[in-house]
């Protein structure tokens, strides 16, 4: 059974930086695209990145480039989001999905989910 479980969300001030973990268990991080997506209140969910399965390259939504990467580490079977300099746009539920193929900034190429850490940046 696969699971993907996020963590190292919480409540921060504007321009600090974060770190948030996805644990997979059930699959290999590095036989899947693994993505990081977000959605704020009574928006859609937003790609944020994600490292392709095995080349490693990454894709970073033009609205935290600079600002957020993305990585994986093999061994430990986990994907990575550093976020720095956040500001109150990047308050959202931030989820991790796992892909073999598609549109990679499309969440519908995504078949699994993890439930997702909560984001919240206070100015």
């Known amino acids: 059974q696969v699971q993907l479980v996020e963590s190292g969300g919480g409540l921060v001030q504007a321009g600090a930086s974060l770190s948030l973990s996805c644990v997979a268990s059930g699959l290999t991080v590095g036989d899947y695209t693994m993505a990081w997506f977000r959605q704020a209140p009574g928006k859609e969910r937003e790609f944020v990145a994600c490292i392709v399965k095995t080349s490693g390259r990454t894709l970073i939504a033009s609205s935290v480039k600079g600002r957020f990467t993305i990585s994986r580490d093999n061994a430990e079977n986990t994907v990575y989001l550093r976020m720095s300099e956040l500001n109150d746009d990047d308050t959202a539920v931030y989820s991790c999905?796992?892909?073999?193929?598609?549109?990679?900034?499309?969440?519908?190429?995504?078949?699994?989910w993890g439930r997702g850490t909560q984001v919240t940046v206070s100015s």
């Open positions: 999905g796992a892909s073999l193929s598609g549109s990679y900034t499309f969440a519908s190429s995504y078949i699994h």
